[in-house]
């Protein structure tokens, strides 16, 4: 079992950066698929980027070529690097942790979950 904790979020104007970190407690940090989804009030939540066990990574489109993700096995961490950030991009991000997922896009395959952390982007 693994707990992760968000920090790193808060508001900026667009065109910005930000940089989220999900710090994780427990064993076997290292077997874990990570993946960073967000939710928009009123919207769904929608699967961001995702890292594997071996640091391939993988983007949704909309943030491809715009955010960064990460992970120090070491320390247990998970990073999202977000830079030219939009308006679009404002919703609460989840950091979510995996032992096995056929699709890293889907959140059921996830099954522990930070808190959440607000990003929130002005125009």
């Known amino acids: 079992q693994v707990q992760l904790v968000e920090s790193g979020g808060g508001s900026v104007q667009s065109g910005g950066s930000l940089s989220l970190s999900c710090a994780a407690f427990?064993?076997?940090?290292?077997?874990?698929?990570l993946g960073w989804f967000r939710q928009a009030p009123g919207k769904e939540r929608e699967w961001v980027s995702s890292?594997?066990?071996?640091?391939?990574?993988s983007y949704a489109d909309f943030v491809k070529g715009r955010f960064t993700v990460s992970r120090d096995n070491a320390k247990s961490t998970l990073y999202l690097q977000m830079n030219y950030l939009k308006p679009d991009d404002t919703a609460m991000y989840y950091c979510?942790?995996?032992?096995?997922?056929?699709?890293?896009?889907?959140?059921?395959?996830?099954?522990?979950w930070g808190q959440g952390i607000q990003v929130t982007v002005s125009s």
């Open positions: 427990g064993n076997g940090y290292n077997r874990y698929y």
């Open positions: 979510a942790a995996g032992l096995y997922a056929a699709d890293l896009t889907l959140a059921i395959e996830y099954n522990y």
């Open positions: 890292i594997d066990t071996d640091g391939r990574t």
